[in-house]
Protein backbone atom coordinates (compact mmCIF):
# COMPACT_ATOMS: atom_id res chain seq x y z
CA UNK A 1 0.00 0.00 0.00
CA UNK A 2 0.98 3.56 -0.70
CA UNK A 3 2.22 5.80 2.20
CA UNK A 4 3.22 9.44 2.47
CA UNK A 5 5.64 10.61 4.91
CA UNK A 6 6.43 14.35 5.90
CA UNK A 7 8.68 15.45 8.58
CA UNK A 8 9.38 17.19 10.96
CA UNK A 9 5.60 17.51 12.51
CA UNK A 10 6.17 21.17 14.30
CA UNK A 11 9.79 23.23 13.66
CA UNK A 12 10.06 27.01 14.93
CA UNK A 13 12.97 28.67 13.51
CA UNK A 14 13.22 32.13 14.07
CA UNK A 15 13.47 35.10 11.27
CA UNK A 16 16.14 34.81 8.12
CA UNK A 17 17.12 30.97 8.99
CA UNK A 18 16.82 28.26 6.00
CA UNK A 19 14.27 25.62 5.84
CA UNK A 20 13.74 22.59 4.89
CA UNK A 21 10.71 20.04 4.71
CA UNK A 22 10.79 16.69 3.20
CA UNK A 23 8.05 14.50 1.96
CA UNK A 24 8.64 11.12 0.85
CA UNK A 25 6.24 8.83 -0.54
CA UNK A 26 6.17 4.97 -0.62
CA UNK A 27 4.32 2.46 -2.71
CA UNK A 28 3.67 4.17 -6.10
CA UNK A 29 6.18 5.32 -8.97
CA UNK A 30 6.11 8.25 -10.76
CA UNK A 31 3.16 10.05 -8.73
CA UNK A 32 2.28 13.73 -8.97
CA UNK A 33 3.93 15.68 -5.71
CA UNK A 34 2.43 18.79 -4.37
CA UNK A 35 2.86 21.00 -1.11
CA UNK A 36 -0.15 23.02 -0.14
CA UNK A 37 -0.01 25.74 3.23
CA UNK A 38 -3.21 25.88 4.91
CA UNK A 39 -4.26 29.33 6.77
CA UNK A 40 -6.61 29.01 9.45
CA UNK A 41 -10.23 29.54 8.25
CA UNK A 42 -9.21 29.23 4.87
CA UNK A 43 -8.84 26.59 2.04
CA UNK A 44 -5.64 25.12 0.97
CA UNK A 45 -3.28 26.72 -0.77
CA UNK A 46 -1.09 24.91 -3.90
CA UNK A 47 1.95 25.77 -3.52
CA UNK A 48 4.11 24.10 -6.24
CA UNK A 49 3.15 20.96 -7.89
CA UNK A 50 5.75 18.18 -9.51
CA UNK A 51 4.75 15.75 -12.49
CA UNK A 52 8.60 14.01 -12.11
CA UNK A 53 12.13 14.23 -11.41
CA UNK A 54 13.17 17.91 -11.79
CA UNK A 55 9.71 19.21 -12.39
CA UNK A 56 8.38 22.15 -10.55
CA UNK A 57 5.55 24.68 -11.04
CA UNK A 58 4.97 27.06 -8.96
CA UNK A 59 1.61 28.48 -8.50
CA UNK A 60 2.07 32.05 -6.07
CA UNK A 61 5.16 33.94 -6.16
CA UNK A 62 6.59 33.59 -2.98
CA UNK A 63 9.82 32.91 -0.40
CA UNK A 64 9.49 29.10 -0.88
CA UNK A 65 11.06 27.23 -3.59
CA UNK A 66 10.56 23.33 -4.17
CA UNK A 67 12.99 20.65 -5.48
CA UNK A 68 12.70 16.72 -6.69
CA UNK A 69 15.85 14.90 -6.41
CA UNK A 70 14.21 11.57 -6.38
CA UNK A 71 10.78 10.61 -7.80
CA UNK A 72 8.84 9.84 -4.22
CA UNK A 73 10.65 12.90 -2.50
CA UNK A 74 9.59 16.75 -2.45
CA UNK A 75 11.73 19.14 -0.24
CA UNK A 76 10.13 22.58 0.18
CA UNK A 77 13.34 25.07 1.57
CA UNK A 78 13.69 28.67 1.98
CA UNK A 79 17.08 30.53 1.80
CA UNK A 80 15.54 33.11 4.59
CA UNK A 81 11.90 32.35 6.24
CA UNK A 82 9.70 35.79 6.71
CA UNK A 83 7.10 35.83 9.84
CA UNK A 84 4.50 35.43 6.91
CA UNK A 85 5.84 31.70 6.55
CA UNK A 86 4.20 30.84 9.09
CA UNK A 87 1.66 28.22 8.56
CA UNK A 88 0.51 24.74 8.10
CA UNK A 89 2.67 23.06 5.47
CA UNK A 90 1.01 19.87 3.63
CA UNK A 91 2.48 17.60 1.28
CA UNK A 92 0.04 15.62 -0.83
CA UNK A 93 0.60 12.70 -3.76
CA UNK A 94 -1.65 11.10 -6.56
CA UNK A 95 -1.55 9.62 -9.40
CA UNK A 96 -4.28 8.99 -12.20
CA UNK A 97 -6.07 6.30 -10.22
CA UNK A 98 -6.20 8.19 -6.47
CA UNK A 99 -7.52 11.51 -4.97
CA UNK A 100 -4.98 13.16 -3.68
CA UNK A 101 -3.48 11.80 -0.21
CA UNK A 102 -1.66 14.02 2.18
CA UNK A 103 0.80 13.77 4.90
CA UNK A 104 0.02 14.45 8.72
CA UNK A 105 1.73 18.24 7.98
CA UNK A 106 3.98 20.30 9.24
CA UNK A 107 3.18 23.04 11.69
CA UNK A 108 5.63 25.77 11.31
CA UNK A 109 5.90 28.98 13.58
CA UNK A 110 9.41 31.58 12.11
CA UNK A 111 9.38 33.81 15.60
CA UNK B 1 -13.54 33.51 -10.90
CA UNK B 2 -13.50 29.34 -9.42
CA UNK B 3 -14.83 29.16 -5.93
CA UNK B 4 -15.95 26.32 -3.37
CA UNK B 5 -18.28 27.78 -0.65
CA UNK B 6 -18.55 25.76 2.61
CA UNK B 7 -21.55 26.04 5.53
CA UNK B 8 -21.79 26.23 7.70
CA UNK B 9 -18.14 27.64 8.78
CA UNK B 10 -18.37 25.76 12.43
CA UNK B 11 -20.87 23.05 14.28
CA UNK B 12 -21.47 21.89 17.61
CA UNK B 13 -23.91 18.90 18.02
CA UNK B 14 -25.06 16.10 20.57
CA UNK B 15 -23.37 12.58 20.01
CA UNK B 16 -25.51 10.30 17.69
CA UNK B 17 -27.43 13.14 16.12
CA UNK B 18 -26.88 13.97 12.53
CA UNK B 19 -26.14 16.78 10.64
CA UNK B 20 -25.24 17.72 7.23
CA UNK B 21 -22.80 19.83 5.90
CA UNK B 22 -23.29 21.89 2.69
CA UNK B 23 -20.68 23.30 -0.68
CA UNK B 24 -21.33 25.17 -3.49
CA UNK B 25 -19.26 25.43 -6.10
CA UNK B 26 -18.74 27.71 -9.65
CA UNK B 27 -15.93 25.63 -10.66
CA UNK B 28 -16.10 25.07 -14.53
CA UNK B 29 -15.97 23.06 -15.88
CA UNK B 30 -16.69 20.51 -13.79
CA UNK B 31 -14.84 17.25 -13.47
CA UNK B 32 -15.65 16.26 -10.02
CA UNK B 33 -15.95 16.86 -6.18
CA UNK B 34 -14.17 15.51 -2.94
CA UNK B 35 -15.01 15.43 0.72
CA UNK B 36 -12.04 15.27 2.90
CA UNK B 37 -12.20 14.62 6.71
CA UNK B 38 -9.26 16.84 8.64
CA UNK B 39 -8.66 16.27 12.19
CA UNK B 40 -6.43 18.25 14.07
CA UNK B 41 -2.82 18.70 13.38
CA UNK B 42 -3.37 16.17 10.59
CA UNK B 43 -3.36 15.80 6.71
CA UNK B 44 -7.10 15.67 4.99
CA UNK B 45 -8.51 12.07 4.20
CA UNK B 46 -10.27 11.41 1.58
CA UNK B 47 -14.07 10.40 2.09
CA UNK B 48 -15.98 10.33 -1.16
CA UNK B 49 -15.25 11.06 -4.84
CA UNK B 50 -18.43 12.15 -7.33
CA UNK B 51 -18.56 12.71 -10.74
CA UNK B 52 -20.52 14.30 -12.92
CA UNK B 53 -23.30 11.81 -13.67
CA UNK B 54 -22.88 10.48 -9.71
CA UNK B 55 -25.70 12.06 -7.61
CA UNK B 56 -24.96 10.21 -3.85
CA UNK B 57 -22.14 8.08 -2.62
CA UNK B 58 -22.05 6.54 0.75
CA UNK B 59 -18.98 5.69 2.87
CA UNK B 60 -20.26 4.16 5.80
CA UNK B 61 -22.35 7.14 8.24
CA UNK B 62 -21.19 9.49 5.59
CA UNK B 63 -23.39 10.11 2.45
CA UNK B 64 -22.50 13.29 -0.21
CA UNK B 65 -24.80 14.08 -2.44
CA UNK B 66 -24.22 15.82 -5.81
CA UNK B 67 -26.23 18.51 -7.50
CA UNK B 68 -24.72 19.27 -10.61
CA UNK B 69 -27.06 21.34 -12.16
CA UNK B 70 -27.37 23.86 -8.97
CA UNK B 71 -23.80 22.96 -8.40
CA UNK B 72 -24.25 22.16 -5.09
CA UNK B 73 -23.29 19.16 -2.75
CA UNK B 74 -23.62 17.92 0.88
CA UNK B 75 -22.28 16.08 3.31
CA UNK B 76 -24.66 13.89 5.41
CA UNK B 77 -23.29 11.88 8.79
CA UNK B 78 -25.52 9.80 10.37
CA UNK B 79 -25.34 8.87 13.99
CA UNK B 80 -22.58 11.30 15.05
CA UNK B 81 -19.69 10.18 16.78
CA UNK B 82 -17.06 12.01 18.77
CA UNK B 83 -14.81 10.67 16.60
CA UNK B 84 -16.45 12.48 13.41
CA UNK B 85 -15.23 16.15 15.35
CA UNK B 86 -13.05 17.27 12.46
CA UNK B 87 -13.08 19.63 9.78
CA UNK B 88 -14.31 18.73 6.30
CA UNK B 89 -13.18 20.04 3.43
CA UNK B 90 -15.10 19.77 -0.18
CA UNK B 91 -12.67 20.37 -3.40
CA UNK B 92 -13.79 20.75 -6.91
CA UNK B 93 -11.61 19.75 -9.68
CA UNK B 94 -11.84 21.06 -13.02
CA UNK B 95 -11.13 18.94 -16.06
CA UNK B 96 -7.59 20.60 -15.92
CA UNK B 97 -7.32 18.73 -12.98
CA UNK B 98 -6.90 22.09 -10.47
CA UNK B 99 -8.24 21.53 -7.35
CA UNK B 100 -9.95 24.22 -5.80
CA UNK B 101 -10.45 24.00 -2.04
CA UNK B 102 -13.13 24.94 0.15
CA UNK B 103 -12.20 26.55 3.62
CA UNK B 104 -13.68 23.88 5.30
CA UNK B 105 -16.89 22.89 8.13
CA UNK B 106 -15.26 22.53 11.44
CA UNK B 107 -17.60 19.90 12.98
CA UNK B 108 -17.94 19.31 16.67
CA UNK B 109 -19.24 16.26 18.32
CA UNK B 110 -19.69 16.29 22.13
CA UNK B 111 -21.69 13.93 24.46
Known amino acids: SQTIHQWPATLVQPVGSPLSLECTVE??????LYWYRQAAGRGLQLLFY??????ISSEVPQNLSASRPQDRQFILSSKKLLLSDSGFYLC??????????FGNGTRLTVT | KNQVEQSPQSLIILEGKNCTLQCNYTVSPFSNLRWYKQDTGRGPVSLTI?????NTKSNGRYTATLDADTKQSSLHITASQLSDSASYICVVSDDGNKLVFGAGTILRVKS
Open chain 1, 92 to 101: AWSNNRSPLH
Open chain 1, 50 to 55: SVGIGQ
Open chain 2, 50 to 54: MTFSE
Open chain 1, 27 to 32: GTSNPN
